[in-house]
């Protein structure tokens, strides 16, 4: 029986499919409890491979921390054209049509904030990364102050914030399973509206 060899992707996909693997790996898991080596099974390569790529597991996490935030990022700029087109404020903390709804990111910062005690360039790492995630959002918030949709008495860093720890609301009851369900993070969501539109 002939072996069937795997197609050699470019450095650049690769390097993807690597990233792609380990999110699932430490979406799933834990930063300590997960291992290079599952990352290689789960990525379909050889360790050194990820080796070649990634430094070491911490540059692979970090990586994936990036790459969780380039997601959330697009799905929120989604939202907030579905907005301007639609003209109207819907909030992004709805239960089915929140980006927190795959909780993966604040999974990651719960995991990178376990690791910050015994990792500086972690620790550097993540809180650069939250303030960048809370002014991305905040700006978002005085764009919608701007057009209207959000009353000018609201305070966007606050509101910003607040969202931040809804993601981590959604990370809790991920992790812990139970702790809120979706009648409850609906109910959550229509009160943030409410609050935003100030209706």
Same mark, same amino acid.
């Not at 789960?42 to 050194?48: D, F, H, I, K, M």
């Not at 790529?53 to 959330?72: G, I, N, T």
């Given at each position: 029986?002939?072996?069937?060899?795997?197609?050699?992707?470019?450095?650049?996909?690769?390097?993807?499919?690597?990233?792609?693997?380990?999110?699932?790996?430490?979406?799933?898991?834990?930063?300590?409890?997960?291992?290079?080596?599952?990352?290689?099974?789960?990525?379909?390569?050889?360790?050194?491979?990820?080796? =070649?790529?990634?430094p070491s597991k911490r540059?692979?996490?970090?990586a994936c921390l990036d790459?969780?935030?380039?997601?959330?990022?697009?799905?929120?700029?989604?939202?907030?054209?579905?907005?301007?087109?639609?003209?109207?404020?819907?909030?992004?903390?709805?239960?089915?049509?929140?980006?927190?709804?795959?909780?993966?990111?604040?999974?990651?910062?719960?995991?990178?904030?376990?690791?910050?005690?015994?990792?500086?360039?972690?620790?550097?790492?993540? =809180?650069? /990364?939250?303030?960048?995630? /809370?002014?991305?959002?905040?700006?978002?918030?005085?764009?919608?102050?701007?057009?209207?949709?959000?009353?000018?008495?609201?305070?966007?860093?606050?509101?910003?914030?607040?969202?931040?720890?809804?993601?981590?609301?959604?990370?809790?009851?991920? =992790?812990l399973g139970g702790v809120?369900?979706?009648?409850?993070?609906?109910?959550?969501? =229509?009160?943030?509206?409410?609050?935003?539109?100030?209706?």
């Amino acid at each position: 029986m002939t072996e069937v060899k795997q197609a050699r992707l470019p450095a650049v996909e690769r390097r993807a499919a690597i990233v792609t693997a380990a999110l699932e790996v430490f979406g799933s898991g834990s930063y300590s409890g997960s291992t290079t080596a599952e990352i290689a099974r789960a990525a379909c390569v050889s360790e050194p491979i990820i080796y =070649r790529h990634f430094p070491s597991k911490r540059d692979l996490w970090l990586a994936c921390l990036d790459e969780a935030w380039l997601q959330l990022r697009v799905a929120l700029e989604l939202k907030v054209a579905a907005l301007n087109d639609t003209g109207g404020l819907s909030d992004v903390d709805v239960a089915e049509q929140s980006p927190w709804a795959n909780p993966l990111l604040p999974n990651l910062w719960l995991q990178g904030v376990t690791e910050a005690a015994e990792d500086e360039e972690i620790q550097a790492h993540v =809180r650069a /990364h939250v303030r960048e995630v /809370h002014d991305f959002v905040a700006g978002l918030m005085r764009e919608h102050q701007a057009a209207g949709a959000i009353p000018a008495d609201r305070d966007p860093d606050a509101e910003a914030w607040l969202f931040l720890a809804n993601g981590l609301l959604r990370s809790f009851a991920d =992790r812990l399973g139970g702790v809120l369900g979706a009648s409850e993070f609906a109910a959550i969501g =229509r009160e943030r509206r409410r609050w935003l539109s100030g209706a």
